[in-house]
């Protein structure tokens, strides 16, 4: 039982350039999310999904695209690289409506 | 605007003595929060939690209390050990809601030896 993984570990874009991170859980839980933690800063949510083919903005959603074709992976894209997306990115997943499972994060400079 | 604040970024404690870690919120829409742990290059893990309609709740050395009226949530660790060096972050969520969770910035707890 892996819980969720988490794929890049470390990346350096530099500006203008795409990429996916890409997020897997093996627990079958319905509700996924993704944050982005600045230094100093808690967790801001980008995006979450209640379900696969369902996905919300969160507070922190420009710049950022996902999808969810399956119950399992919740990838996010970001298209156009930019500066201010330098950060740790964790995806989580949970259950239900309380405790989250968070995988072990991606590091992204942008430069 | 940080509807969950947490006023201190760093405490030290020495080993065997309790730890207190503080979070006040602004919103009373919130009605579950949870306390999760982070070391380094890992993501979260999470601790404790407790629901609105409580005001305690305690797990082995970890106890939360929730005081609702002063909008006030605390993380007692007793006694502290040095592996609980650690960023803690109080998270809280809104009734009902799948739009999860709303953290606090962080404590980095030090447990001295």
């Known amino acids: 039982n892996a819980g969720v993984t988490q794929t890049p570990k470390f990346r350096i874009l530099k500006i203008g350039q795409s990429m996916t991170l890409q997020c897997t859980q093996d627990m079958n839980h319905n509700y996924m999310y993704w944050y982005r933690q600045d230094p100093g800063m808690g967790l801001k949510l980008i995006y979450y999904?209640?379900?696969?083919?369902?996905?919300d903005k969160g507070e922190v959603p420009n710049g950022y695209n996902v999808s969810r074709s399956t119950t399992e992976d919740f990838p996010l894209r970001l298209e156009l690289a930019a500066p201010s997306q330098t950060s740790v990115y964790f995806c989580?997943?949970?259950?239900?409506?309380?405790?989250?499972?968070f995988g072990p994060g991606t590091r992204l400079t942008v430069t | 605007d940080q509807q969950v604040k947490q006023n201190s970024p760093s405490l030290s404690v020495q080993e065997g003595r309790i730890s207190i870690l503080n979070c006040d919120y602004t919103?009373?829409?919130?009605?579950?929060f949870l306390w999760y742990k982070k070391y380094p290059a890992e993501g979260p893990t999470f601790l404790i939690s407790i629901s609105s309609i409580k005001d305690k709740n305690e797990d082995g050395r970890f106890t939360v209390f929730l005081n609702k009226s002063a909008k006030h949530l605390s993380l007692h660790i007793v006694p502290s050990q040095p592996g609980d060096s650690a960023v803690y972050f109080c998270a809280a969520r809104f009734s009902g809601s799948a739009r999860q969770l709303t953290f606090g910035s962080g404590t980095q707890l030090t447990v001295l030896p």
């Open positions: 919103n009373s829409m919130f009605d579950y």
């Open positions: 999904s209640v379900g696969a083919g369902i996905t």
């Open positions: 989580a997943s949970s259950p239900d409506l309380r405790e989250q499972y």
